[in-house]
């Protein structure tokens, strides 16, 4: 990489995460709850666990997961209005991408027939708000589970090892991870990658917002990811770990 002497608005280097914090039990009456504070992004991911599936996946002897997302009004600069006449296509596909991510997360097929709803609630976005569901999401899923695990409802192998996702992109020529809001508006390119902890690829987005990537780019961009996410997922294992 050729720009270590790259520094940002909030004096970070090109390669480093903006402060992550995990506050669980956030809310005592989930099944599992995680409050992340990912620099001034605040995300709230609570797990409902249900007993059943949806009518289209009954007496498979497979559990299912699902999840949804919002905007809270003042969560962003100006306030976003409720979508209270639907949703709009960027919450819809969000949803979807924290859905996909987070069954990765679980093997379906030890978990009986229930459901595991994920709320992930922005109280305050400042860029990264997916991401941080999703890696929240995983820890709300990990504490949900526990005492399923513990009772012997399910084995402890029906949790897998810690996902975690960040954004990269490139800014003026060099590529960066973790983006705030005010570089993800001005960067050429917005990337978003889910991964294992094990290196493998769950999902990768990827847009052009000014000008096409190269290949060399892309692998600059992929390898920031790896890094930022390996971080992640240690921070993922000292929360479990701490709670033992």
């Not at 996410?229 to 240690?234: C, D, K, P, R, V």
Request: glycine share 10%; hydrophobic share 40%.
């Amino acid at each position: 990489m050729k720009n270590n002497d790259f520094s940002r608005p909030d004096g970070r280097k090109f390669n480093e995460l903006r402060p992550l914090t995990f506050t669980p039990d956030y809310v005592s009456v989930a099944e599992g709850s995680v409050l992340v504070t990912w620099g001034e992004t605040r995300v709230l991911c609570n797990l409902t666990v249900q007993d059943g599936v949806p009518a289209w996946m009954a007496g498979r002897g497979k559990g299912w997961i699902t999840a949804e997302y919002a905007l809270l009004p003042r969560s962003t600069q100006t306030r976003t209005p409720r979508e209270t006449k639907g949703l709009k296509g960027r919450t819809q596909e969000i949803r979807r991408l924290i859905g996909r991510s987070l069954r990765m997360a679980v093997d379906l097929h030890l978990i009986g027939e229930r459901t595991l709803l994920l709320d992930c609630d922005v109280l305050q976005a400042d860029g990264g708000t997916r991401v941080a569901s999703i890696t929240g999401g995983y820890l709300a899923l990990a504490l949900g589970l526990r005492p399923l695990i513990e009772s012997g409802a399910i084995p402890e192998s029906a949790l897998r090892p810690p996902i975690g996702a960040v954004s990269v992109g490139m800014l003026k020529g060099k590529a960066i991870l973790d983006l705030n809001y005010a570089e993800d508006s001005l960067a050429d390119v917005d990337l978003n990658v889910v991964m294992t902890r094990d290196g493998r690829f769950i999902e990768v987005q990827g847009t052009a917002e000014g000008e096409p990537f190269t290949e060399n780019e892309l692998e600059n961009m992929l390898y920031l990811a790896k890094k930022g996410i390996a971080e992640i997922n240690g921070l993922q294992q000292d929360l479990l770990a701490s709670l033992r």
